[in-house]
């Protein structure tokens, strides 16, 4: 590889994975970096698996500002935010409040990312060979108890303004869920349920071999793959010199994708990168047969459960932990406590993984390129990391090929923090 005329790509988690792929198709020399083995340092690995082309909203919301107390984890919920942590936290929290009262404006500026995921998963995977890692088989959203129709219609209803396509399940779908249920729930009056399918979301059969049959189609193209740690990134009259382990290489061009580990590359060049680690939880029942081929989404418990290769996936969890913190053991017990609840056979779950989300405040990613400088950042996918990693390399790609990208990014770019 002419290492002078390199795209250097920060990070192989499933966003560097894709846009190196991208690159490399192009016929552009890649060199791919990683501290750790392509898709295992941060979210890639654990992520649920489900292409969300219904999370056309960002998060912060008038409405979650006024309630989030009430899915605390102190109070038998999914956010956990450590006292410890609230100082530590608190300006990022700041802008995640100033960022609802602009949740229209940001809708509209991330919706079409979302809603193209699917098409760009397809693409993605056909120009690798992968193609049957994508299953466009929809996915359900499930609510049980007395007001479970009335939060279903709810549902639909706001689905429906912002156009995102639902259907009504049959009386026989709504069955086998409410039997499903441990026969002391099932029995119980209030065990009613109801549930909406969503047919133009998919998932995918297994998040890391997605990442590695895209490193595989990079380095069958000629990139080049090293386990190093980029420790700082310096802008030359050339091109980049990139500061790593073992001494320093120099290349034309970067794209910084190092997930919850990004701000540091990125400051010293004068940007602010509110970027917050939000970690999830996922456990695995291996051998489990699936209620659908299909995600679930329990609304009622905060869980989603994807069918994989040979297991079921279970993912929850919103936790404003330290990134190095050990995992904590309570999670995976509440999420094995919850499974069971649902009807799940968890005597063979697997241990508990942990993984860092990269999350800005207002819940747009960061895409752009530091200015006067050939150094690019796709970052801060928050819990979408999956759903836009394709979207997110067509338009990068793009961008760093001198075209007009198909979507403006002028909203992504990080100056917004300013």
Not at 181 to 201: G, I, K, N, Q, V
Not at 280 to 292: K, T
Not at 353 to 379: E, K, N, Q
Request: net charge positive; proline share 6%; with cysteine.
């Amino acid at each position: 590889m002419d290492r002078q005329n390199a795209v250097a790509v920060i990070g192989a988690g499933v966003v560097g994975a894709a846009i190196a792929a991208r690159l490399a198709e192009e016929g552009r020399p890649v060199l791919l970096l990683d501290r750790a083995e392509p898709g295992l340092a941060g979210a890639s690995f654990g992520n649920a698996g489900h292409i969300a082309t219904e999370h056309v909203e960002p998060l912060p919301s008038r409405e979650l500002l006024f309630g989030f107390w009430r899915d605390l984890f102190a109070l038998g919920g999914v956010l956990d935010i450590p006292p410890r942590r609230i100082r530590a936290i608190a300006p990022w929290a700041v802008r995640f409040a100033s960022a609802a009262k602009l949740k229209a404006r940001n809708t509209r500026h991330l919706a079409p990312l979302v809603r193209a995921a699917v098409a760009d998963w397809e693409r993605l995977l056909a120009c690798v060979g992968r193609s049957e890692l994508l299953r466009k088989s929809g996915h359900y959203e499930v609510w049980f108890g007395v007001a479970a129709t009335r939060h279903a219609a709810r549902q639909a209803s706001a689905m429906e303004s912002l156009g995102v396509p639902t259907q009504p399940v049959s009386l026989e779908w709504l069955r086998m869920i409410v039997e499903s249920l441990p026969a002391h729930e099932s029995a119980r009056s209030d065990r009613t349920a109801a549930a909406l399918r969503f047919p133009a979301t998919a998932h995918v059969k297994d998040p890391l071999e997605v990442v590695r049959a895209l490193v595989q189609h990079t380095l069958c193209k000629g990139a080049t793959l090293e386990r190093v740690e980029v420790r700082a990134i310096e802008a030359t009259s050339s091109g980049l010199t990139l500061h790593i382990g073992d001494g320093s290489r120099h290349v034309h061009s970067a794209v910084v994708c190092a997930g919850a580990w990004s701000a540091r590359l990125l400051t010293p060049f004068g940007l602010r990168v509110p970027l917050e680690a939000v970690r999830g939880y996922h456990i695995e029942l291996p051998d489990h047969a699936p209620l659908a081929d299909a995600t679930i989404a329990y609304s009622d418990s905060h869980v989603v459960v994807t069918p994989m290769s040979g297991r079921l996936r279970a993912t929850s969890f919103m936790e404003f932990e330290a990134i190095d913190a050990p995992p904590d053991p309570r999670k995976a017990a509440w999420l094995v406590a919850r499974l069971r609840q649902l009807g799940y056979r968890c005597d063979r779950a697997t241990a508990a993984w942990v993984g860092s989300r990269p999350v800005l405040p207002d819940y747009l990613p960061g895409m752009g390129r530091v200015g006067g400088t050939t150094l690019f950042y796709a970052i801060g996918h928050q819990h979408i990391g999956l759903t836009l990693a394709a979207g997110t390399a067509e338009l990068l790609t793009a961008l760093m090929s001198g075209r007009t990208p198909r979507q403006d990014l002028s909203p992504f770019d990080l100056r917004r923090f300013r």
